[in-house]
């Protein structure tokens, strides 16, 4: 079956913008992770979505950083007054049941955001 | 901000030769995994070991946990030219809600 999607692949930005990432999980699956990846580290933990509510937003590094899931399956990562630190790929994940601590998550190609 | 380490950060090992990457990390943990990403992009989900077990196998991998030393290693028997990658450790907490934390990776080469 089809695997996470997202869209853009690249987005390329002016500092000041606003922008929007998109991620498609996979049918059925109710939690959704968010994570950002910088060049030549390890990714770090955003966001978690159990349904349509943010169990866990602890990683947003501040306000300008918001993310929705309102249908409970694609959710909106959205970025106000974007900044040159904020370039990095945006992965998203997602795992049949979120509850357990033991799913597997499986991990779309990521968008590669770039602020200039 | 990043609980594991891996080590060595980068691996360069002839085809058919084994590679073997640690990882160590700072909490207790539920679990660990290990990932491989091609090219800076998606992350492809390897093997997962719990915290009661200490040695779990899959085809050519082989993890090994020590909660004692809190330490992991993945072991790729017999490489192939197809397991260039970067490979990573990840930790769920006890408490984690299945967040992942991610070490920064071993960048492995395998030459031909």
């Known amino acids: 079956g089809a695997g996470v999607s997202q869209t853009p692949s690249n987005k390329v930005t002016e500092k000041g913008k606003y922008v929007e990432l998109r991620c498609d999980p996979i049918?059925?699956?109710?939690?959704l992770y968010w994570y950002r990846q910088s060049l030549g580290q390890g990714p770090e933990f955003l966001i978690y979505f159990q349904g349509t509510g943010a169990a866990d937003d602890s990683g947003l590094p501040n306000d300008r950083f918001f993310a929705v899931r309102p249908e409970g399956s694609v959710s909106t990562l959205k970025i106000q007054r974007t900044e040159r630190g904020d370039s990095a790929v945006y992965l998203c994940a997602s795992s049949p049941v979120g509850a357990g601590a033991a799913d597997t998550q499986y991990f779309g190609p990521g968008t590669r955001l770039t602020v200039l | 901000s990043q609980q594991g380490e891996e080590d060595p950060q980068a691996l360069s090992i002839q085809e058919g030769e084994n590679a073997t990457m640690n990882c160590s990390y700072k909490?207790?943990?539920?679990?660990l995994q290990w990932y491989r990403q091609n090219s800076g992009r998606g992350l492809v989900h390897l093997i997962l070991i719990r915290s009661n077990e200490r040695e779990k196998h899959s085809g050519r991998l082989r993890v090994t946990l020590d909660t004692s030393k809190k330490s992991s290693s993945l072991l790729i028997t017999a490489s192939r030219a197809a397991d260039t990658a970067s490979y990573f450790c990840a930790t769920v907490h006890p408490q984690g809600a299945q967040k992942l934390v991610f070490g920064q990776g071993t960048r492995l080469t395998i030459n031909p």
């Open positions: 909490t207790s943990i539920n679990n």
């Open positions: 049918s059925g699956h109710t939690a």
